[in-house]
């Protein structure tokens, strides 16, 4: 069902225009919510991965271009679509590739049930940046870690952005609300918090890697992971740096350490 649109102020498709993303998340349905997801392949990624489209706002080139197979594959998804002008001055920005599917968010798993079989997964705390939690989840994805959990002041994995900047991992790796790091403790991982400190040991140090569940800790730029975090962690882990540099991208930092600590890490060893 495709309808053109000739106004920004259509009802219809203010879930693309006018309302925010915690408005998305939170008023049209309180329960789940909706996402927005960008571009013909990541919309693939989100369909293969059993997420419910609700609506697409799609470039009228696309419609038998690009988001062909997905309007196929979706035959009940009302598609609005309309010139690339009109679209970019109703979303505020040029689409990429000229897609945009609304889609329904999945209630959130348990922190038990993510971490089941899991034995290397990142914490990443209070980072507000879209583009490094889209980052870090495609090194997660990327490098074998097989879940991620978020403090309730980290952004949302499923803002716009960080999706586009994932390619769509954010779909792929495990992940859920993170609220007592008393959770990790009990379910057996020892914490690696990333931060700067007398007592720290480097991301190279063996006994990190001897851990058969280990959950790596990830701060934000500026402020770092607070110090509490840092004094209940059963490790404080640093990347050796040279030329006076003492710290990296939130994002570079999460790669170098998803690389060194599943690197070697069997994945027969058997869980405690």
């Known amino acids: 069902m495709t309808y053109e649109i000739s106004s920004i102020h259509d009802e219809r498709i203010a879930m693309f225009a006018s309302m925010t993303e915690a408005e998305l998340r939170n008023r049209l349905n309180s329960e789940q919510g909706i996402f927005i997801a960008e571009s013909p392949k990541v919309i693939r990624v989100a369909l293969d991965a059993g997420y419910e489209p609700l609506a697409m706002l799609c470039e009228q080139k696309h ?30 920005y040029t689409l990429t590739r000229g897609v945009l599917c609304a889609m329904r968010r999945k209630p959130a798993p348990s922190v038990e049930d993510i971490l089941k079989d899991a034995r290397r997964v990142c914490v990443i705390d209070a980072v507000c940046d879209t583009t490094n939690i889209g980052a870090i989840f495609r090194s997660a994805a990327a490098l074998g870690i097989d879940a991620v959990l978020l403090t309730r002041s980290a952004c949302d994995p499923l803002n716009r952005r960080s999706i586009r900047v994932s390619m769509g991992t954010v779909f792929l790796v495990p992940w859920t609300w993170l609220d007592d790091y008393r959770q990790l403790h009990d379910l057996g991982f020892k914490t690696a918090a990333m931060a700067l400190s007398d007592n720290s040991i480097t991301l190279s140090d063996p006994t990190l ?11 934000t730029e500026g402020d770092g992971l607070p110090q509490k975090t840092i004094e209940d962690a059963d490790f404080v882990v640093r990347i050796p740096m040279y030329h006076q540099v003492d710290s990296l991208n939130v994002a570079a930092a999460a790669a170098v350490a998803f690389w060194e600590l599943t690197k070697s890490f069997s994945s027969s060893s058997p869980l405690p």
Do not use: F, W
């Not at 009940?76 to 010139?83: A, C, K, Q, S």
């Not at 890697?209 to 701060?219: D, E, S, Y």
């Open 209 to 219: 890697k001897a851990q058969p569940r280990l959950a790596i800790i990830m701060g």
């Open 63 to 92: 419609i038998d271009g690009d988001a062909a197979d997905i309007i196929s594959r979706c035959p009940e998804m009302p598609v609005y679509t309309g010139n690339r002008e009109l679209l970019s001055r109703l979303t505020g």
